[in-house]
């Protein structure tokens, strides 16, 4: 395979600053653009921090898509935006790699279908990191045998989305193996709203938000006389990057929609 020409949308966030170094130091990668809602019209290398750089930024994406010709967007912004960014790319044939966590059901069947009418590669990556996406397989595996799941997931103080992207995936995984149960006692009762956290098939999710974190999830089972807990924490967000490199090339021999790396990773 040649070259795949990449659009990093959000290069000044923590994730698109970690993205555009990435594809920056792959040689098989080229940074042809980046989609910014500042700046539009000047040079990322312009920016500070991205001396060297030589890759124009566009504040419309229409724009950027049918101005620059991409193979693949990679998506590090906002829910809402990042939608936007992800149906546009997949009208104008570039195949999105999203790391933006946030997105509803709905527009999950939404991208499904449309990455299905395009016969286009997408890969929605709630997380990146390899050691996140065993954490989520072995939760899997665990909740095959411990019916009783709490889920604490633990980020820096700055993140937009609650609960965590990881936290609703790995909950999901859960569920697709274990009957359903409502968790605790039958006649339990909140004396202060969100004490037992959010709940996804009878599973408690609580989401801590503290500076200092970057991302941390532990997976607690508990059972008569046991109790066993899955961990991981990323503690720096370089951790993301093989997984992000790994979805980049893998994008380019699906077509269809991917919703989270356990389904690359064998
Ligand atoms: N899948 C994974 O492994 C990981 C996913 N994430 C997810 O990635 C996303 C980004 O996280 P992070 O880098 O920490 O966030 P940041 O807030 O640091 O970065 C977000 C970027 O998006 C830009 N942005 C915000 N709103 C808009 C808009 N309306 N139009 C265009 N650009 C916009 C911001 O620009 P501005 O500065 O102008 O606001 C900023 O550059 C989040 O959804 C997070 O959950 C994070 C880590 C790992
Ligand atoms: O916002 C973050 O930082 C992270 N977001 C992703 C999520 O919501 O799960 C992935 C990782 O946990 C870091």
Redo the contacts with the bound molecule.
């Keep these: 395979m040649g070259t795949i020409r990449i659009i990093v ?8 600053n970690e993205a555009v170094k990435l594809v920056q130091e792959t040689e098989s990668f080229e940074l042809v653009a980046v ?4 700046h539009d019209g000047d040079n990322l290398g312009n920016l500070d921090g991205f001396q060297g750089i030589d890759a124009p930024i566009y504040s419309d994406i229409e724009n950027c898509f049918s101005s620059v010709k991409a193979d693949v967007l990679i998506d ?7 939608m936007l960014h992800t149906v546009s790319a997949l009208n104008h044939g570039i195949r999105p790699v999203v ?4 997105f509803s059901s709905e527009d999950l069947a939404k991208l499904e279908d449309l990455t299905t009418e395009k016969g286009l590669g997408c890969i929605i ?5 390899v050691g ?1 996406v065993l954490m989520m397989k072995f939760s899997q595996m665990a909740a095959k045998y411990f019916s009783d799941v709490e889920i604490i997931e633990m980020h820096h103080d ?4 609650a609960p ?2 990881t936290g609703v995936k790995t909950a999901e995984m859960i569920k697709a193996v274990r009957e359903p149960k409502v968790q605790g006692h039958p006649e339990e009762k909140e004396t202060m709203q969100g004490a037992r956290g959010a709940n996804i098939d009878g599973m408690r999710i609580h989401s801590v938000r503290l500076p200092g974190l970057i ?1 941390h999830q532990q997976v607690m089972f508990g059972e008569k006389g046991q109790m066993l807990t899955i961990r991981h924490d990323s503690f720096d ?1 370089v951790s ?1 990057m093989s ?1 992000v490199k790994l979805a980049v090339d893998s994008v380019m021999k699906l077509d269809v929609l991917v919703y989270g790396l356990e389904n690359i990773i064998e």
């Design positions: 949308a959000g290069p000044r966030g923590r994730m698109g989609i910014d809602r500042k590090l912004t906002t829910p809402e935006v990042g790391g933006t966590t946030g990556a709630p997380n990146f990191a996140a700055r993140k937009l989305d965590s992207g991302a967000r993301f997984g």
